[in-house]
């Protein structure tokens, strides 16, 4: 996989109630993807980056709410998102530690 793709592929980490009981309990990373992105391009980009082993990719098409915006109603874009499992004794650390 080419490493300019690589990082177009994965946009951030997606940080939120569930993702963190999922880390914490069966060793799972939520991160948001691009919406033309594939499970095998998510797995190979995730071990480029990361340096680490992914056993299975889960991915979600996240639909986008509509928001009033006045008196018009609007529409936020649709998203996707990957829940990725990590090998056993695998760990993401997204905390750099630098202030």
Partial sequence: MNP???YQVILAPHVSEKSTMLADASNQVAF???VDSSKDEIHKAVEM??????NSVQVVNVRGK???HGK???RRKNWKKAYVRLAPGQDI???DGQA
């Fill in 4 to 6: 300019e793709r690589a």
């Fill in 72 to 74: 018009s109603m609007g």
């Fill in 49 to 54: 980056i990361f340096n680490v082993q992914v």
């Fill in 93 to 95: 650390d997204f905390t």
């Fill in 66 to 68: 509509q928001k009033k």
């Fill in 32 to 34: 948001k993807v691009r």
